[in-house]
């Protein structure tokens, strides 16, 4: 069974279109996370969602908005979607104190 | 804030030899994990080695090892045996004892030289 799982792998869209990245987990944590991988291996955090309460949020723009319907569950949408978008995104958990974070496998958003 | 610095861009290893990967990092903290994640060219984040502040001795997982020096707040990851599968990007990572916050190192890029 898969810990994390994040759809799509891989996106390939037009700019100015909306989009949005499923993540589920299975582990029982009780925070999920969204991070961004740049061309040059970066990781940046974007959200991440505790109890369904947004505890992080670095500086992101307003086009990108997460949505957790439950603690499984966080999604990410994107409006009108530019070139600097595309990137992998990836989605994580863990659960507050003594854990590591559990990825997905990344999704490779690439806007044309 | 704190933050994670990984100084080696990029590092090469001839198979079957040792290598270290250097991680120091920035924090006011005494209670805090420090993890080593491998990112192979399949782009999946892997844990390889975690290592909590409080206990004095250095972690292992079979070829892979680290030198926890808390005082230097220096975290370096050796990998013993290298082998053509260890070539990856790795990311040194730091996490407070309480928050979820994660904060990862820039990454360094590993190659395996046959």
């Known amino acids: 069974d898969t810990a994390v799982s994040q759809t799509p792998k891989y996106l390939v869209t037009q700019m100015g279109n909306d989009k949005s990245i499923k993540c589920e987990q299975n582990?029982?944590?009780?925070?999920m996370y969204w991070y961004k991988q740049d061309s040059k291996k970066f990781l940046k955090i974007m959200f991440s969602y505790n109890n369904k309460e947004l505890i992080i949020n670095e500086t992101v723009p307003n086009r990108f908005s997460p949505k957790s319907p439950d603690k499984a569950h966080l999604n990410l949408h994107i409006n009108s979607l530019e070139l600097g978008d595309s990137a992998v995104y990836f989605c994580?958990?863990?659960?507050?104190?003594?854990?590591?974070?559990?990825f997905g496998q990344g999704t490779r958003l690439t806007v044309v | 804030a704190q933050t994670v610095t990984q100084s080696q861009p990029e590092m090469s290893v001839q198979e079957a030899e040792t290598v270290t990967l250097s991680c120091t990092y920035d924090t006011s903290e005494s209670d805090y994990y420090l993890f080593w994640y491998k990112q192979p060219p399949s782009r999946q984040m892997i844990l390889v080695i975690r290592q909590e502040a409080y206990k004095q001795q250095n972690a292992t997982e079979n070829r892979f090892s680290v030198n926890f020096q808390k005082a230097a707040k220096s975290f370096s990851l050796k990998i013993s045996d290298s082998q053509l599968g260890d070539a990856a990007m790795y990311f040194c990572a730091y996490k407070r004892n309480t928050g979820n916050q994660f904060y990862f190192g820039t990454g360094t890029s590993l190659t395996v030289i046959p």
């Open positions: 994580a958990s863990s659960q507050e104190s003594r854990t590591e974070a559990f």
């Open positions: 582990l029982g944590h009780d925070t």
